[in-house]
Nanobody, 123 residues
């Protein structure tokens, strides 16, 4: 069993920054690739960024250059640094993990999910 807990969400003005954290516990050996997804009301879940165990990263075009995914394997924690936030970034952000060597942009490929943390960007 793997548990993921997100933190760091909140309300921020457009142009501001937030850093989300994702703490993993339990059978952390099963956490290989990690990813971040977001979902706004009435919209489908959207891929944001992913990172492999070795640190290779991929960011969605909508956040590239503004968001940065990272991880600290010693602490079993993943991060999403969000800069230059826009109102359209407003959503519930979910941390996810999978027991696979490579990351994926598909939510169906992730076995473990956090409860989500709300990010609201005001104009």
């Amino acid at each position: 069993q793997v548990q993921l807990v997100e933190s760091g969400g909140g309300l921020v003005q457009a142009g501001g920054s937030l850093r989300l954290s994702c703490a993993a516990s339990g059978r952390t050996v099963s956490v290989r690739a990690m990813g971040w997804f977001r979902q706004a009301p009435g919209k489908e879940r959207e891929f944001v960024a992913a990172i492999s165990w070795s640190g290779d990263t991929y960011h969605a075009n909508s956040v590239k250059g503004r968001f940065t995914i990272s991880r600290d394997n010693a602490k079993n924690t993943g991060y999403l640094q969000m800069n230059s936030l826009k109102p359209e970034d407003t959503a519930v952000y979910f941390c996810a993990a999978r027991d696979g060597r490579l990351f994926s942009t598909s939510p169906n490929e992730y076995s473990y999910w956090g409860q989500g943390t709300q990010v609201t960007v005001s104009s």
